[in-house]
């Protein structure tokens, strides 16, 4: 089965930050990479899929990259509603998994 | 609009069962597969179980494999949850959440119910 690990797992950041988040997938997956937000008590949102696609109505300062093993998120400029957890997730075929989160804290 | 909308969670005994039911509207249900995921409280995201459109396949977390069930019911644009020999593990709010539509979208996920809370607990 497919593992993929996040970090870090916890960030601190203050609005206006860039900020990175990174995941790393057991073994190659491609492009099969999707990145979601979650708030407390929410259900998860999905902010970008096919490692780089940005899903409509997600704001332009999300963005995702990478391929293979190594993904990344980017949110260009924190936003007061940007601190949430969050998740990478693989699918392919039948495969699902997800990292374990990321949570991004105001410092 | 696309709506899922959970039901069934409760609190149950360990050993028990429990079926969970997702209703679906606003999308050509019979055009997607399917998944159930399941967040553990304070915990990450599992995903859980996994149908094709046509009910044809099935997958499962190996954790479930041999308790749990996952249906459809097309003309009734509904998901299920069959949940047997429930587990304290098992306690989690469980979330249906539209699948892989095909690869002209590429992407999964893109729509998920509120969830509904299963706690098993004597």
């Known amino acids: 089965d497919i593992q993929m690990t996040q970090s870090p797992s916890t960030l601190s950041a203050s609005v206006g930050d860039r900020v990175t988040i990174t995941c790393r997938a057991s073994q190659s997956i491609s492009s099969w990479l999707a990145w979601f937000q979650q708030k407390p008590g929410k259900a998860p949102k999905l902010l970008i899929y096919k490692a780089s696609s940005l899903e409509s109505g997600v704001p332009s300062r999300f963005s995702g990259s990478g391929s293979g093993t190594e993904f990344t998120l980017i949110i260009s400029s924190l936003q007061p509603d940007d601190f949430a957890t969050y998740y990478c997730q693989h699918y392919s075929g039948y495969s699902r998994a997800f990292g374990q989160g990321t949570k991004v804290e105001i410092k | 609009e696309v709506q899922l909308v959970e039901s069934g969670g409760d609190l149950v005994q360990p050993g028990g069962s429990l079926r969970l039911s997702c209703a679906v509207s606003g999308f050509t249900f019979s055009n997607y597969c399917m998944s159930w995921v399941r967040q553990a409280p304070g915990k990450g995201l599992e995903w859980v179980a996994y149908i094709r459109p046509d009910g044809s396949d099935k997958y499962y977390v190996d954790s479930v494999k041999g308790r749990f069930a996952i249906s459809r019911d097309n003309p009734k644009n509904s998901l299920y949850l069959q949940m047997n020999s429930l587990r304290a593990e098992d306690t989690a709010v469980y979330y249906c959440?539209?699948?892989?539509?095909?690869?002209?979208?590429?992407?999964?996920?893109?729509?998920w119910g509120r969830g509904t809370l299963v706690t098993v607990s004597s």
């Open positions: 959440a539209r699948d892989w539509g095909g690869a002209a979208a590429g992407k999964n996920f893109d729509y």
